[in-house]
C-alpha cells in the first residue's frame, strides 16, 4: 500500500509536469522555428538565448547549456562580422546573457565553481560596454552563490549593489528578484523580520507583474521562516501553495526542494509516514534532474527518518548513499574555496587605492608610534634595572625562600603543560578513532559478502588506526565484484586516498555501469587523476588492486590486477597470473587493463592480496616473510575451511612480526567457489 502510494504521488507530479512542459514545449517550437526563418545574425542570437532560458526554467539544463553555448559561437562569429559600435554592443549584450545563463544551470546543478566563472564572465562584458542591466544580473547572481555557500555579508553586499542599480533603470522583476535575495539572506542569518519584510516586498512587486516562478520562490521562503521560528502549520502552508505553482509551471528542480522541504517539516512533527513519501518523491526528481546536493541532503533526512522508525537496514543504505554523494560534493570542496577569493575582487577594486594612500599613511604613524614606543620602553627597562639593583642589595636574604617558589612554580607549569599535551593529544586521538568509523563506512558490511560468497574469509590488519589498504565489493546482476586495494601511504594519508579510490570504484560501477573489470580499472584509473588533477601540486597517489568478478549463474570468473598479481588452488596445484605492471594512478606509459578470464571450477580457492603481509620484517633474523613462504602457507592450508586459514595466517603474521612494529597495512581475502 505505501508503494502504491508513492506511486501515485510521483505520477501525480509527471503529470502536473508534463502539463506544464507541454505548454513550454509549444513555446520553445515556436522560438526554434523562428530561428529558422530569420535571416539576421543578430535575431538568431536572441532566439538561442531565449531557448535557453526557456530549457533552464524547466529544469531540462543539458538543453539550456547546448543552447547557450550556440550562442556564444555565434556570438563571438558575429564580432569578428562587425565593426561599429552599435551592432557590437547588442551583440557584447546577448553574450553576457548566454554566460548568465550557463553560471544559473551550473549553480542549480550543484556546480559552484563553474557557475562562478560564467557570472564573472558577463560581469566583464557587461562592465566593458555599461550595460547597467547585464551588470546588476550578474551581481545579483554571484550574491546568490554566496548565500548558497554561505559567504552571507558578501551575499548582501552583492545584492545591495544589484538592488541600487536595478533601481536606477526601473527593472521591477529584477527588483523583486533582489529583494527575495535579501530575504533568505536574513533569515539564514535569524534576522526573521528583515527576512519576512524583504521577502513580502518581492512578492507584492511579483503578483503585479504576474512572475509565477518567482511567486513560488517567495512562498517558498516565507514556509522558512516560519519554520525556522517553530510554525510548522503556517510553513506547511506556504511550502504546499510554492508546490501548487511549480507543479503548474513544470519547475522540476523547484518541485524537488518543496517535496524535501515538506518532508523535513513531517519529520520533524514526527508524521513519519508523511514524510517518507515526500521525500521519496523528492529523491527520484532529484536523480531524475542530476542535483548531487538535493540528494545528499535528502538521503541524510531519509537515514534519520528511517533510524526514528526503527528501520535500521533503511537507515544504514541510505547512510551509505549520504556518504556516497557527500564525498562527490566535498572533491568540489577545494574548487570552491580557490574561487571564493574572486567572489570579492569586483566588488573590492574601487576600494583598492584608496585603501592603498591609507595604508601608506598608516604605515607612517605606526612608525613614528613604535618611535615613541621604543623610547618609552628604554625608559622602562633603565628604571626596571635599577629597581632590580636595589632589590639585590636589600632583599638578598630573601631570594632561597623566592626561589623554592619558583621551584614550585616551575613544577606546576611543568605539570600543567603535561597536562595540555595529553589532553591535544588525546583529541587527536579522537578524530582519528572517528576518521576509522568514517574510513569503515566505506567498507561492505561482512553479511553482504557472506550473502555472496558462502565460504570465504577476509584477514584486514591496518598498521595505523585508519588505513591505507581497503577492501571493496559489489554485485550488478548476477556478476559479484570483490577486490584487495593497497592506496598510496597508510595511515591518515593513505586513508584519504583509499576514500577517492573506493568512491572511484563506486562510480565506475553504479554510475557509468561498466562490468569488465579490465574496464572497470580503466574507468577508475580515468577518475582518480580526474581528482587529483584538480590539485595545484602534482599529485602521484593512487593504487595497486586484485579485482576478481564471480557470475555463479552463468559459472564466469573474471580477473584483472594493477601491480597485484591473483593466486588461486585449483586440483591441489598453485597457480598464479600476473598483473598489469601499472598503477591505478600515474604512470609514464599507461596502456589498458588486462581482463583475464577463468576456468569456473568448483572447490577452487582465489586468494586477493596486497603486498603488507608479504613486506613484514620478522622472523629470527629480521628479514621480510616475501611471497614464497606467503605462498606455501596457503597451499599447504588450503584443505581447511576459511575461517581456520584466515586464523593460521593471523597466527602465522603474528609469530613472524613478534615484537617488531608492523610496517604496513595487510589485507588478505580468500574465496571459495
Given at each position: 500500500?505505501?508503494?502504491?502510494?508513492?506511486?501515485?504521488?510521483?505520477?501525480?507530479?509527471?503529470?502536473?509536469?508534463?502539463?506544464?512542459?507541454?505548454?513550454?514545449?509549444?513555446?520553445?517550437?515556436?522560438?526554434?522555428?523562428?530561428?529558422?526563418?530569420?535571416?539576421?545574425?543578430?535575431?538568431?542570437?536572441?532566439?538561442?538565448?531565449?531557448?535557453?532560458?526557456?530549457?533552464?526554467?524547466?529544469?531540462?539544463?543539458?538543453?539550456?547549456?547546448?543552447?547557450?553555448?550556440?550562442?556564444?559561437?555565434?556570438?563571438?562569429?558575429?564580432?569578428?562580422?562587425?565593426?561599429?559600435?552599435?551592432?557590437?554592443?547588442?551583440?557584447?549584450?546577448?553574450?553576457?546573457?548566454?554566460?548568465?545563463?550557463?553560471?544559473?544551470?551550473?549553480?542549480?546543478?550543484?556546480?559552484?565553481?563553474?557557475?562562478?566563472?560564467?557570472?564573472?564572465?558577463?560581469?566583464?562584458?557587461?562592465?566593458?560596454?555599461?550595460?547597467?542591466?547585464?551588470?546588476?544580473?550578474?551581481y545579483y547572481n554571484i550574491g546568490i552563490l554566496n548565500w548558497v555557500q554561505g559567504n552571507y555579508d558578501e551575499a548582501l553586499k552583492n545584492h545591495f549593489e544589484s538592488l541600487k542599480i536595478k533601481k536606477t533603470i526601473g527593472d521591477k522583476k529584477g527588483i523583486a528578484n533582489v529583494y527575495n535575495g535579501i530575504g533568505a539572506v536574513y533569515s539564514?542569518?535569524?534576522?526573521?523580520?528583515?527576512?519576512?519584510?524583504?521577502?513580502?516586498?518581492?512578492?507584492?512587486?511579483?503578483?503585479?507583474?504576474?512572475?509565477?516562478?518567482?511567486?513560488?520562490?517567495?512562498?517558498?521562503?516565507?514556509?522558512?521562516?516560519?519554520?525556522?521560528?517553530?510554525?510548522?502549520?503556517?510553513?506547511?502552508?506556504n511550502h504546499f501553495v510554492s508546490l501548487k505553482i511549480k507543479k503548474i509551471i513544470g519547475d522540476k528542480a523547484g518541485i524537488t526542494r518543496s517535496y524535501y522541504n515538506i518532508g523535513s517539516i513531517f519529520t520533524k512533527q514526527k508524521l513519519y509516514n508523511k514524510a517518507e513519501k515526500y521525500l521519496d518523491s523528492a529523491k527520484i526528481l532529484a536523480k531524475e534532474i542530476g542535483h548531487k546536493s538535493y540528494l545528499r541532503d535528502?538521503?541524510?533526512?531519509?537515514?534519520?527518518?528511517?533510524?526514528?522508525?526503527?528501520?535500521?537496514?533503511?537507515?544504514?543504505?541510505?547512510?551509505?548513499?549520504?556518504?556516497?554523494?557527500?564525498?562527490?560534493?566535498?572533491?568540489?570542496?577545494?574548487?570552491?574555496?580557490?574561487?571564493?577569493?574572486?567572489?570579492?575582487?569586483?566588488?573590492?577594486?574601487?576600494?583598492?587605492?584608496?585603501?592603498?594612500?591609507?595604508?601608506?599613511?598608516?604605515?607612517?604613524?605606526?612608525?613614528?608610534?613604535?618611535?615613541?614606543?621604543?623610547?618609552?620602553?628604554?625608559?622602562?627597562?633603565?628604571?626596571?634595572?635599577?629597581?632590580?639593583?636595589?632589590?639585590?642589595?636589600?632583599?638578598?636574604?630573601?631570594?632561597?625562600?623566592?626561589?623554592?617558589?619558583?621551584?614550585?612554580?616551575?613544577?606546576?607549569?611543568?605539570?600543567?603543560?603535561?597536562?595540555?599535551?595529553?589532553?591535544?593529544?588525546?583529541?587527536?586521538?579522537?578524530?582519528?578513532?572517528?576518521?576509522?568509523?568514517?574510513?569503515?563506512?566505506?567498507?561492505?558490511?561482512?553479511?553482504?559478502?557472506?550473502?555472496?560468497?558462502?565460504?570465504?574469509?577476509?584477514?584486514?590488519?591496518?598498521?595505523?588506526?585508519?588505513?591505507?589498504?581497503?577492501?571493496?565489493?559489489?554485485?550488478?546482476?548476477?556478476?559479484?565484484?570483490?577486490?584487495?586495494?593497497?592506496?598510496?601511504?597508510?595511515?591518515?594519508?593513505?586513508?584519504?586516498?583509499?576514500?577517492?579510490?573506493?568512491?572511484?570504484?563506486?562510480?565506475?560501477?553504479?554510475?557509468?555501469?561498466?562490468?569488465?573489470?579490465?574496464?572497470?580499472?580503466?574507468?577508475?584509473?580515468?577518475?582518480?587523476?580526474?581528482?587529483?588533477?584538480?590539485?595545484?601540486?602534482?599529485?602521484?597517489?593512487?593504487?595497486?588492486?586484485?579485482?576478481?568478478?564471480?557470475?555463479?549463474?552463468?559459472?564466469?570468473?573474471?580477473?584483472?590486477?594493477?601491480?597485484?598479481?591473483?593466486?588461486?588452488?585449483?586440483?591441489?596445484?598453485?597457480?598464479?597470473?600476473?598483473?598489469?605492471?601499472?598503477?591505478?594512478?600515474?604512470?609514464?606509459?599507461?596502456?589498458?587493463?588486462?581482463?583475464?578470464?577463468?576456468?569456473?571450477?568448483?572447490?577452487?580457492?582465489?586468494?586477493?592480496?596486497?603486498?603488507?603481509?608479504?613486506?613484514?620484517?620478522?622472523?629470527?633474523?629480521?628479514?621480510?616473510?616475501?611471497?614464497?613462504?606467503?605462498?606455501?602457507?596457503?597451499?599447504?592450508?588450503?584443505?581447511?575451511?576459511?575461517?581456520?586459514?584466515?586464523?593460521?595466517?593471523?597466527?602465522?603474521?603474528?609469530?613472524?612480526?613478534?615484537?617488531?612494529?608492523?610496517?604496513?597495512?595487510?589485507?588478505?581475502?580468500?574465496?571459495?567457489?
Open positions: 500500500m505505501k508503494q502504491l502510494i508513492k506511486y501515485i504521488l510521483f505520477s501525480m507530479t509527471i503529470c502536473f509536469c508534463q502539463f506544464a512542459l507541454f505548454a513550454q514545449q509549444n513555446k520553445i517550437d515556436s522560438l526554434l522555428t523562428k530561428i529558422k526563418t530569420n535571416k539576421t545574425d543578430t535575431n538568431q542570437l536572441v532566439q538561442l538565448n531565449n531557448i535557453s532560458k526557456e530549457f533552464e526554467s524547466i529544469g531540462s539544463y543539458d538543453s539550456s547549456i547546448k543552447y547557450a553555448n550556440s550562442a556564444l559561437q555565434l556570438g563571438y562569429l558575429i564580432l569578428k562580422k562587425y565593426t561599429d559600435n552599435i551592432h557590437k554592443i547588442s551583440v557584447e549584450k546577448n553574450i553576457a546573457i548566454s554566460y548568465n545563463t550557463i553560471g544559473v544551470v551550473n549553480k542549480n546543478k550543484g556546480n559552484y565553481p563553474e557557475a562562478l566563472k560564467k557570472y564573472y564572465s558577463a560581469l566583464k562584458i557587461s562592465e566593458g560596454i555599461r550595460d547597467k542591466k547585464g551588470i546588476a544580473e550578474s539564514d542569518q535569524k534576522n526573521y523580520k528583515e527576512a519576512l519584510k524583504n521577502i513580502l516586498a518581492s512578492l507584492e512587486i511579483r503578483e503585479i507583474i504576474v512572475d509565477k516562478k518567482g511567486i513560488s520562490i517567495c512562498y517558498n521562503n516565507i514556509g522558512f521562516i516560519y519554520e525556522n521560528q517553530g510554525d510548522y502549520p503556517k510553513a506547511l502552508k535528502t538521503y541524510n533526512l531519509l537515514k534519520t527518518l528511517d533510524s526514528s522508525m526503527n528501520n535500521f537496514n533503511g537507515a544504514f543504505k541510505n547512510y551509505k548513499e549520504y556518504i556516497n554523494y557527500r564525498d562527490i560534493l566535498k572533491n568540489e570542496e577545494s574548487n570552491r574555496k580557490t574561487m571564493h577569493s574572486e567572489m570579492t575582487f569586483n566588488f573590492e577594486k574601487k576600494e583598492m587605492v584608496k585603501q592603498a594612500e591609507q595604508d601608506k599613511k598608516d604605515v607612517i604613524a605606526n612608525e613614528r608610534l613604535n618611535q615613541k614606543e621604543q623610547q618609552r620602553n628604554y625608559f622602562i627597562v633603565g628604571f626596571a634595572l635599577l629597581g632590580l639593583l636595589v632589590l639585590f642589595v636589600f632583599r638578598g636574604y630573601k631570594q632561597k625562600q623566592k626561589a623554592n617558589v619558583t621551584i614550585t612554580q616551575q613544577k606546576n607549569e611543568v605539570e600543567k603543560q603535561k597536562n595540555l599535551v595529553e589532553e591535544k593529544q588525546k583529541e587527536i586521538l579522537d578524530s582519528i578513532t572517528y576518521a576509522k568509523r568514517l574510513q569503515e563506512a566505506i567498507l561492505p558490511p561482512d553479511n553482504f559478502v557472506n550473502a555472496n560468497l558462502v565460504d570465504n574469509f577476509i584477514y584486514y590488519q591496518p598498521k595505523d588506526i585508519v588505513a591505507g589498504d581497503f577492501y571493496w565489493a559489489e554485485k550488478v546482476g548476477n556478476k559479484f565484484f570483490i577486490a584487495a586495494a593497497d592506496s598510496t601511504g597508510h595511515g591518515v594519508p593513505g586513508a584519504m586516498v583509499s576514500v577517492v579510490c573506493s568512491n572511484a570504484l563506486n562510480r565506475t560501477i553504479k554510475e557509468f555501469k561498466l562490468t569488465e573489470t579490465g574496464k572497470i580499472l580503466d574507468k577508475t584509473r580515468e577518475l582518480v587523476l580526474e581528482t587529483f588533477e584538480k590539485s595545484a601540486s602534482e599529485v602521484k597517489d593512487g593504487m595497486d588492486i586484485s579485482l576478481l568478478c564471480i557470475d555463479s549463474k552463468n559459472k564466469n570468473i573474471f580477473w584483472s590486477g594493477a601491480n597485484n598479481p591473483l593466486w588461486y588452488i585449483q586440483d591441489s596445484e598453485f597457480k598464479e597470473i600476473k598483473a598489469d605492471k601499472q598503477p591505478i594512478g600515474k604512470s609514464d606509459y599507461p596502456k589498458p587493463f588486462t581482463t583475464h578470464q577463468i576456468e569456473y571450477k568448483e572447490n577452487t580457492t582465489f586468494y586477493l592480496f596486497t603486498d603488507g603481509l608479504a613486506d613484514q620484517f620478522g622472523g629470527p633474523n629480521g628479514k621480510k616473510f616475501k611471497y614464497k613462504q606467503f605462498s606455501n602457507l596457503l597451499l599447504k592450508n588450503n584443505n581447511l575451511s576459511q575461517k581456520h586459514q584466515a586464523d593460521i595466517i593471523n597466527k602465522a603474521f603474528s609469530d613472524w612480526k613478534g615484537e617488531l612494529e608492523q610496517v604496513d597495512d595487510v589485507c588478505v581475502i580468500g574465496i571459495k567457489i
